[in-house]
């Protein structure tokens, strides 16, 4: 396989930038989404006394209300995670480049 060029490093630098910034604005809005949907629960159902807590009884019936929405945010922050490592990777390959050009 050929060594890439520098303008193969720059445009694999570039989409790896769009889809970080896909990556991150996609979880942005998910985890808008969730606090809505917590919101509107308590709304309609009360909010228990104290700092939510995921281990109490009190909090169990709005973490199964949002248990899809959550999970989804999850995956967002793992899909967000990888692109941000993919992005730093095709950076790291860029500097590369230019260490050994010079």
Known sequence: MPKPTRQDLIERAALTALLLFKATTTKKALKIELRTMYDTFFEAHGRPAGNFDPDSE??????TFTDAQFNRVKEAKKAEYNAKRRHETAIRALSSFYREAV
Do not use: S
């Not at 009190?58 to 973490?63: D, I």
């Open 58 to 63: 009190e909090f169990l019936p709005v973490m």
